[in-house]
C-alpha cells in the first residue's frame, strides 16, 4: 500500500507569513493532485501536477512536484485568512483514477 | 457549487441496518469515485466507476457495494452497519477519470451508526 504523508499536520500562522506543506512517498505517481477543503464542503482542487520538477503557480501559491514524481509541496506567501483549510495532496500512480490522498494539512491563518 | 448532488445530506441510522447513498454526476462527467473521510483515517478511496463499469477499487469492505447506472447517477450501498463506519462519505465526478482530471467532489452525505 503507498503512503502519502503530508507535514505538518497542524500550522497556525499570522497573516502575512509565508508557510510550506509537503507531501512525501516512497512510490512514483503519474500525477499528483493538491486540494483544500472547508468544514462541511467536499475538497475542491487546486493544481494537477504530472511532470517531474514541474511548478505551478496559482496566484499567491507555489506548487512543485519532485524530480523524481514521489514528492511535492505546497507554498503559501503571504497569507491571508481566507486560506484557512485542510490541504490534501492526493497521488495516482495508475492509468485509471484510483487516488491516494494524504492525511491533510490543517492550517489556520489568523488575521 | 461544484455541481454533483448527493442524498441525502445526513444519515442516522443504528448498527446491523442497510443504507443507500445516492449521487449525480456533474453532466457530462462519465466517471463516478467514492470516498470515505474520517476522523482517524483521513480520506479514503473506495471504489471508481466509469460509464458504468467498475474501474478501480480501493479500501472497500466486503459490506459495501455500489454500481453506476445508465444515466450515470451512482449508488453506494453499506450493509450490516458497524459504529466504525460512521463518516462522511463522498462522491465525485471527473470527465473521463483519469488521472490528471479534475475531480468535482459533492457536498457529502454525513453517515451515523448509533
Known amino acids: 500500500t503507498q503512503l502519502l504523508e503530508q507535514s505538518p499536520q497542524f500550522l497556525s500562522i499570522q497573516e502575512g507569513e509565508n508557510l510550506t506543506v509537503y507531501c512525501n512517498s516512497s512510490?512514483?505517481?503519474?500525477?499528483l493532485q493538491w486540494y483544500r477543503q472547508e468544514p462541511g464542503e467536499g475538497p475542491v482542487l487546486l493544481v494537477t501536477?504530472?511532470?517531474?520538477?514541474e511548478v505551478k503557480k496559482l496566484k499567491r501559491l507555489t506548487f512543485q512536484f519532485g524530480d523524481a514524481r514521489k514528492d511535492s509541496s505546497l507554498h503559501i506567501t503571504a497569507a491571508q485568512p481566507g486560506d484557512t483549510g485542510l490541504y490534501l495532496c492526493?497521488?495516482?500512480?495508475?492509468?485509471?483514477?484510483?487516488?491516494?490522498f494524504g492525511a491533510g494539512t490543517q492550517v489556520v491563518v489568523t488575521p | 457549487d461544484s455541481g454533483v448532488t448527493q442524498t441525502p445530506k445526513h444519515l442516522i441510522t443504528a448498527t446491523g441496518q442497510r443504507v443507500t447513498l445516492r449521487c449525480s454526476p456533474r453532466?457530462?462527467?462519465?466517471?463516478v469515485y467514492w470516498y470515505q473521510q474520517s476522523l482517524d483515517q483521513g480520506l479514503q478511496f473506495l471504489i471508481q466507476?466509469?460509464?458504468?463499469?467498475?474501474?478501480a477499487k480501493g479500501n472497500i469492505l466486503e459490506r459495501f457495494s455500489a454500481q453506476q447506472f445508465p444515466d450515470l447517477h451512482s449508488e453506494l450501498n453499506l450493509s450490516s452497519l458497524e459504529l466504525g463506519d460512521s463518516a462522511l462519505y463522498f462522491c465525485?465526478?471527473?470527465?473521463?477519470?483519469?488521472?490528471?482530471?479534475?475531480?468535482?467532489f459533492g457536498p457529502g452525505t454525513r453517515l451515523t451508526v448509533l
Open positions: 465525485a465526478s471527473s470527465v473521463n477519470g483519469l488521472p490528471y482530471n479534475e475531480q468535482f
Open positions: 512510490s512514483v505517481f503519474s500525477s
Open positions: 501536477v504530472v511532470t517531474g520538477g
Open positions: 492526493a497521488g495516482a500512480s495508475d492509468s485509471w483514477g484510483k487516488f491516494q
Open positions: 453532466s457530462g462527467d462519465l466517471s
Open positions: 466507476y466509469y460509464n458504468g463499469e467498475e474501474r
